[in-house]
């Protein structure tokens, strides 16, 4: 039964599946044939992407680092600026406290020297109190010495004679 169900390549039948069969078969090499070039022109086109892909990457990395280091630059050159601006405020602020204090020692130096005045002018004042006082007190004395000897001389004179 099978041989009857084969085609028989001497018939008119046979010979057209076999015709049919060799045109399937150039048909798929020809499918093939542009599969296999359709597949290495996607693979081109991919790789040609990849490629400008890659180039723009490339290319944006290097604007970038160019951004990058413009901004560092800047930055840096803002922060020297600031610190210039620093150093010159605090030179500044040292100065006018040196000054601040200069004149607050000299003042201070000169009420020290108003106070040493008025402590050696007291100190005068209490001399002078105490010479004075002395002087009072001697006076005193004097004066009751001769208090008493006006008193005390004429009766000594009445009692001796």
């Known amino acids: 039964m099978e041989a009857n169900t084969m085609p028989n390549q001497n018939s008119k039948s ?4 076999a015709i049919t069969a060799r045109l399937l078969d150039n048909k798929i090499d020809i499918l093939r044939l542009e599969l296999k070039q359709e597949t290495a022109n996607i693979r081109r086109e991919i790789n040609e992407t990849r490629t400008e892909l890659n180039a ?11 951004k990058i280091n413009e901004t560092k630059t800047e930055f ?3 922060i020297n600026e ?31 020297n108003e106070l040493a005045g008025i402590r050696n002018e007291i100190a005068d004042i209490k001399n002078t109190f105490r010479w004075n006082t002395v002087g009072i007190i001697v006076a005193l004395l004097m ?19």
Do not use: Y
Request: no cysteine; hydrophobic share 40%.
């Open 82 to 112: 600031l610190r210039a601006e620093l150093r010159n405020e605090m030179a500044d602020f040292k100065n006018e406290n040196t000054k601040e204090f200069s004149s607050i020692k000299n003042e201070i130096a000169a009420i020290r």
């Open 56 to 66: 723009k990457i490339n290319e944006t990395r290097t604007e970038l680092n160019t």
């Open 14 to 17: 046979g010979k057209l599946s």
């Open 143 to 161: 004066g009751f010495a001769g208090i008493i000897a006006a008193i005390i001389i004429p009766q000594m004179i009445l009692n001796h004679h």
């Open 76 to 78: 840096n050159g803002k």
